[in-house]
């Protein structure tokens, strides 16, 4: 049978990117986390599902879920900060990861470096 060689465009960050962009390994694990599938404990939604929060509320806004999407598009107290982004957050996870990074740092998703 025959199979495709082609791959994802993005099968995996770019290594260039590990140690220039993110300063310290939990950046490092929440940017993998996060272009991988969203879940990571910097989410009230992910640490009421494994039983780690009473509540999957945003602590900034008070909106459930506190997830992924409300972080990158909905959360109003980080309207701010979306300035940020370059582009599509979803791509720019890949192509701007420093962009990403201070994103989160600002909104307060991540210690601020
Ligand atoms: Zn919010």
Redesign the pocket.
């Known amino acids: 049978m025959y199979m495709s060689h082609s791959q994802p465009k993005y099968a995996h960050p770019p290594l260039e990117t590990k140690r220039r962009v993110c300063r310290d390994e939990r950046e490092r694990v929440v940017l993998a986390q996060l272009r991988c599938n969203g879940k990571s404990p910097i989410f009230q939604k992910y640490l009421y599902d494994i039983g780690a929060s009473l509540c999957d509320a945003?602590?900034?806004?008070?909106?459930s879920p506190?997830d992924l999407h409300?972080?990158l598009y909905?959360?109003?107290?980080?309207d701010v900060f979306r300035s940020l982004i370059p582009g599509d957050p979803m791509v720019s996870f890949w192509e701007s990861p420093l962009q990403m990074i201070e994103f989160l740092r600002a909104s307060q998703r991540l210690p601020i470096a």
């Open positions: 945003c602590l900034q806004c008070g909106q506190d409300h972080a909905d959360c109003p107290e980080v």
